[in-house]
């Protein structure tokens, strides 16, 4: 099960941060994703740490503003969005997979997702 939260309304320009927390499943052993998807779009890939070297991957349109990490004690992954801009509007979704290395499209586990609202 993976249930994220830290979504809200924020203004252009803040800072948010979401948090993933897995359970069910060996977390340490699962690349970890966050994807996106917008009102009346199709959900995108936002970002993903793999489990065997702890690398990190983003989609062009988040690369230095948005940072994935990973916290095994606590099965949890988080998404720190900094700059956020009107256009970051979307539920976001924690995803899991199993596959090592660099992993973007997601095929295992999926949480119910977080509005984010960013106001101009």
């Known amino acids: 099960q993976l249930v994220e939260s830290g979504g809200g309304l924020v203004q252009a320009g803040d800072s948010l941060r979401l948090s993933c927390a897995a359970s069910?499943?060996?977390?340490?052993?699962?690349?970890m994703g966050w994807f996106r998807q917008a009102p009346g779009k199709e959900r995108e890939f936002v970002a993903s740490?793999?489990?065997?070297?702890?690398?990190?991957y983003y989609a062009d349109s988040v690369k230095g503003r948005f940072t994935i990490s990973r916290d095994n004690a606590k099965n949890t992954v988080y998404l720190q969005m900094n700059s956020l801009k009107p256009e970051y509007t979307a539920i976001y979704y924690c995803?899991?997979?199993?596959?090592?290395?660099?992993?973007?499209?997601?095929?295992?586990?999926w949480g119910q997702g977080t509005q984010v609202t960013v106001s101009s």
């Open positions: 995803a899991a997979d199993p596959r090592f290395g660099r992993v973007v499209d997601f095929r295992g586990f």
């Open positions: 069910g499943l060996t977390f340490s052993r699962y690349a």
């Open positions: 740490v793999s489990w065997n070297n702890g690398g990190t």
